[in-house]
């Protein structure tokens, strides 16, 4: 009996063979740097059998003689396969996994906390990663850390009777920061403060640091806007030296430089801004030609006359690249007597500028082109408010120019629209804050006709400027220049966004040549429907992020062939190099290096970015302190996104954003599928799916973290 047992044993073992080696390949494989004795392959691979597990020296060695496996000299074995090493940034999305975002690899590649070689978020790292399994991302593990992002943190302070801790505001960054009672520079529980790491973790243990700055007490105003600044590095005010250089500067128009400009003092010009503008950067002109044709004219601050290329000023400006606009305050990127005095185009004073200037018909077709310096003196400020008042009522100071240029814009944004422009209104909010920053009110943002009347003469200007320069030289070689790019979406991309707008009962299109029309149709069908802020939203994630690049890519979303920034070059430096290079080009220079120009846009990108990453933090935190005061009202929700850990709902009259925890869903126990973007009900298979309608009340909120949390109420 025996003896016939062991036969099938036998034939049992001679199938796994294969199997055994695929096994064992596919362990090594997936660690590359890491060697493994024979126990330690046992113990991985799990059998339980023992006749396998004898089997498995054998099939290493006869692994290591067909050159698959190396046996080391301590005996321990490693794949023979060379390890492809990565560079990247480290994105650590939450306390138990991170993805290395690089440039070289289309997948992010997904790396356990575990094996993050002690790398926190921001990181550059060198990594290795494995063949990716069939449906999901690469897997790696870090194994050099190249570059810390930071070695400063912002965050709260708290006190045992032994030492402090910083938990750091950042919900990137798991690992509070330990630090010294001798350390603490005078902070008291609970102070926002920011701390700079002395001693980075070689093991498992938190970093050291030593509080260098106390901002104030949590939850206060000034101390939590002050963290989101340190938080992104923004500066908290100018040099003095800085301050000195632009109180210096001569503010005389003389008559040389007058005569050097085209004079549009006595043609009517006014500006359009925002109730609360401290600066205006851009004002319009108009007047009738005797043929019946309009001239307008956008006239720009002309910052690069006041700030020269050799000056501390351009330093500033270039490092600081774009002015941050929070909540409650403007960080600028020039001193107050430049933005808010000499460039700002206050009314009846005269002032130099760089313009575009246009001859239109009455369907905005341009007839002619001028670009060149100027100087105007502003017969009005209007509001946007004044202004739409004038456009509706046809009454009040220069209402038939604000007509005229309103119905101008009008064609120049219908044009736009059938050229194939991506019609995005996204909703913004503004708080209305009481004398120490506390938020009253949510108050969405109403874009009207005058908001839109400025934007179409703007986006007139950016275009042409930067057509223009592109076609000053026939051929390839095209002069270099300052553009804004906005690339075609990623279709991948575009796919997962068309699967979303299904399951609201929208149809979009992908192909390539109908995605912008696809797009504008589903906007146009989502307008006041209470899908219409997510899909919105979801559809400006799947598109391409807009970038500065001396690259003439052209402009998807507003379907431009060529486009750049011209008209903003108080707040914004790309401007300011726009300005320069078409000056040099009309006076007949040679064309720029595009390696001196790239990484300037480059830089000015990524601050553009930074910007925009502190301004949303400004906002998420005014709206949290907000929802801490209607705890007990129950607000209509539409959820707005779906993780394995919880709900993303918006709230729909505040549009603030907050999460149904799954562990708080305890009427049933729920699981996440992940193709469909939806949980459901084990028992009860009730689903919750992106999009849907539900009725939330606010459970808790945290100002550190910027962070709500939500309880799913029972609908009516």
Same mark, same amino acid.
């Given at each position: ?38 126990a ?15 089997e498995?020296?054998?099939?290493l ?24 090493f ?19 690899e289309k997948?992010?590649i ?5 094996h993050?070689?002690n ?17 999901k991302?690469p897997?790696g ?23 402090a ?13 330990f ?5 603490? =520079?005078g ?6 403060? +920011?701390? !700079?790491? @002395?001693?980075?973790?070689? &093991?498992? *243990?938190s970093? #050291? ?5 106390v ?5 206060e ?25 632009a109180?210096?500067?001569d ?15 006595e ?19 108009l007047?009738?030609?005797? =043929? ?7 006239? +720009?601050? !002309?910052? @690069?006359?006041?700030?020269? &290329?050799d *000056?501390?000023? #351009? ?10 606009y ?13 933005s ?37 003196h502003?017969?009005r400020?209007f ?14 100071d220069?209402?038939e ?9 009008g ?41 839109k ?31 804004r ?10 796919g ?24 504008n ?20 994630r ?27 070059p ?24 595009k390696?001196?120009?790239e ?36 607000f ?16 729909v ?27 459901i ?7 919750f ?28």
């Amino acid at each position: 009996m025996s003896k016939r047992r062991k036969k099938p044993i036998k034939g049992k073992l001679g199938n796994v063979s294969e199997k055994l080696k695929a096994r064992i390949i596919s362990l090594l494989n997936a660690n590359l740097t890491q060697t493994y004795s024979t126990a330690r392959i046992v113990k991985k691979l799990g059998f339980r059998q023992k006749n396998i597990n004898k089997e498995i020296p054998k099939v290493l060695h006869s692994l290591e003689k067909s050159g698959k496996v190396i046996q080391l000299t301590n005996g321990t074995y490693k794949s023979a396969k060379e390890p492809e090493f990565i560079e990247g940034i480290i994105d650590h999305v939450n306390p138990r996994f991170a993805y290395l975002i690089t440039e070289e690899e289309k997948d992010d590649i997904y790396i356990k906390t575990i094996h993050l070689k002690n790398a926190m978020d921001g990181d550059h790292v060198r990594a290795v990663a494995a063949p990716p399994r069939p449906g999901k991302k690469p897997e790696g593990q870090v194994l050099e850390i190249l570059k810390r992002g930071k070695s400063q943190f912002v965050g709260r302070i708290e006190f045992s009777p032994r030492f402090a801790f910083v938990v750091p505001d950042n919900r990137r960054i798991h690992q509070d920061v330990f630090v010294n009672l001798e350390h603490t =520079n005078g902070a008291t529980h609970n102070d926002k403060v +920011i701390v !700079d790491i @002395t001693k980075w973790p070689a &093991t498992d *243990s938190s970093p #050291e640091g030593k509080v260098s700055e106390v901002l104030g007490k949590a939850g206060e105003n000034d101390a939590e806007i002050h963290s989101i600044m340190a938080e992104f590095d923004l500066p908290f005010k100018f040099q003095e030296r800085i301050i000195r250089e632009a109180n210096d500067i001569d503010d005389e128009i003389t008559a040389a430089e007058i005569g050097k400009r085209r004079d549009f003092r006595e043609v009517l010009t006014f500006t359009i801004d925002p109730e609360d503008a401290k600066d205006f950067d851009d004002a319009l002109s108009l007047q009738v030609l005797d =043929n019946g044709n309009f001239e307008v004219g956008i006239h +720009i601050a !002309d910052v @690069t006359h006041y700030v020269r &290329t050799d *000056s501390k000023l #351009e330093e500033e400006a270039y490092r600081r690249a774009t002015s941050v606009y929070l909540v409650d305050r403007t960080i600028p990127m020039l001193p107050e007597r430049l933005s808010n005095g000499l460039c700002s185009l206050r009314p009846h004073e005269e002032k130099l500028t760089f313009a575009a200037v246009f001859e239109l018909d009455a369907k905005a077709k341009i007839l002619n082109e001028w670009f060149g310096r100027t100087i105007i003196h502003s017969d009005r400020r209007f509001t946007y408010e004044e202004a739409q008042e004038g456009i509706e009522t046809g009454t009040g100071d220069y209402h038939e120019a604000l007509g005229q240029l309103n119905t101008l814009a009008g064609e120049l944004r219908k044009k736009k629209f059938e050229n194939g422009a991506v019609n995005f209104e996204t909703s913004e909010v503004k708080f209305k804050l009481d004398e120490k920053g506390k938020p009253l009110g949510v108050i969405p943002k109403v874009r009207k006709d005058a908001h839109k009347l400025v934007e179409e003469f703007m986006l007139l200007a950016n275009k042409r400027v930067a057509t223009f320069v592109h076609d000053m030289k026939k051929g390839k070689e095209k002069n270099t220049f300052v553009y804004r790019a906005h690339d075609f979406p990623d279709p991948d991309k575009v796919g997962t966004f068309a699967q979303f707008a299904k399951k609201f009962g929208h149809d979009l299109s992908t192909d390539t040549a109908m995605i912008s029309r696809s797009l504008n149709n589903l906007m146009t069908d989502i307008e006041g429907k209470p899908e219409e802020n997510v899909l919105q939203q979801l559809a400006i994630r799947a598109m391409a992020k807009a970038k500065y690049t001396t690259e003439p890519m052209g402009h998807f979303g507003l379907a431009f062939d060529h486009y750049s920034h011209f008209t903003s070059p108080i707040r914004r430096y790309p401007d300011m190099m726009v300005h320069r290079l078409l000056q040099h080009y009309l006076d007949g220079g040679k064309s720029v290096s595009k390696e001196e120009y790239e990484p300037m846009c480059i830089h000015t990108s990524e601050r553009e970015k930074r910007a925009a990453e502190a301004e949303r933090a400004s906002i998420k935190y005014k709206q949290v302190e907000f929802m801490q005061s209607v705890e007990n009202k129950v607000f209509d929700g539409i959820i707005s996104g779906v993780t394995e850990w919880g709900l993303f709902v918006e709230i729909v009259e505040t549009k603030c954003e907050g999460m149904i925890r799954m562990v708080d869903m305890n009427d049933d126990y729920y699981e996440f599928d992940e193709r469909n973007y939806r949980v459901i009900g084990r028992s009860n298979k009730r689903m919750f799916t992106l999009g849907d309608a539900v009725k939330v009340s606010v459970k808790d909120t945290d100002i550190d973290r910027r962070t709500i949390d939500l309880n799913l109420e029972k609908s009516s």
